[in-house]
């Protein structure tokens, strides 16, 4: 089974802080994915990326960044958190650039900005 | 540009009764077409997808879809309804040029009552 895992489930950061969401994945995906949830809106993407150290924006990438220096592992980055970044962070990951690849998900990260 | 739309963002059904969950989507191309859940408090899951082929299209849980080209509709149906359905339910368009990425609509709670 393809496995998603992400660092934290709930995380509660200050404004202003650096915050880091790692997400790993197992099954050797090219593909990773940073989405946002929130309510009425569904997922919006934010960054993306298809290989080792490449990246691309999403449709809401601003106050945000992305590393990837592994393969398995995507890390999304709020450079200074802001209140509005509260939200929940979704990881996935996929095996190939097709149009109909499956996407497979963690089980995200609640974050809270105070 | 592709879009989708969830009708109804919030749906109550009593257990046994069918679960019927609209989706119409916008594409300029053929477009590949996913169903994922999400149970409370995990990420999201892979119900179902239409690729090419037959329109019918079976998952997971005894949930289907039928995708219809002229009504430009992808609806997700169960028969009968079982608690363990609730959950919200998200359906996603594929974004055209071989690049993986997801347009999701913005979500349908289902709630099933005993």
């Known amino acids: 089974d393809v496995k998603v895992t992400q660092s934290s489930r709930y995380l509660v950061k200050r404004t202003g802080e650096k915050v880091f969401l790692e997400c790993v994945q197992d099954?050797?995906?090219?593909?990773m994915f940073w989405y946002r949830q929130d309510p009425g809106l569904g997922l919006r993407l934010i960054y993306f990326?298809?290989?080792?150290?490449?990246?691309e924006k999403g449709d809401i990438p601003e106050g945000y960044s992305v590393s990837r220096e592994k393969k398995e592992r995507f890390s999304l980055i709020l450079e200074s958190a802001s209140t509005n970044q509260t939200s929940m962070y979704l990881c996935?990951?996929?095996?190939?650039?097709?149009?109909?690849?499956?996407?497979?998900f963690g089980p995200g990260t609640r974050l809270l900005v105070l | 540009a592709q879009s989708v739309t969830q009708l109804g963002s919030h749906v109550s059904v009593s257990e046994g009764a069918l679960v019927l969950l609209r989706c119409n989507y916008s594409?300029?191309?053929?477009?590949?077409l996913f169903w994922y859940v999400q149970y409370p408090n995990q990420g999201l899951q892979l119900l179902l997808k239409?690729?090419?082929?037959?329109?019918l299209v079976k998952g997971i849980n005894g949930f289907e879809a039928e995708f219809k080209k002229s009504e430009t509709s992808f609806h997700l149906t169960k028969p009968s309804a079982h608690m363990s359905d609730a959950a919200e339910y998200f359906c996603?368009?594929?974004?055209?040029?071989?690049?993986?990425?997801?347009?999701f609509g913005t979500g349908t709670l289902l709630a099933v009552q005993p």
């Open positions: 996935a990951s996929s095996f190939g650039r097709t149009d109909q690849e499956t996407q497979y």
């Open positions: 099954m050797d995906h090219e593909n």
């Open positions: 990326s298809y290989d080792v150290k490449m990246k």
């Open positions: 594409s300029s191309v053929p477009p590949y």
């Open positions: 239409y690729t090419t082929g037959a329109t």
């Open positions: 996603a368009v594929s974004d055209s040029g071989a690049t993986n990425k997801l347009i």
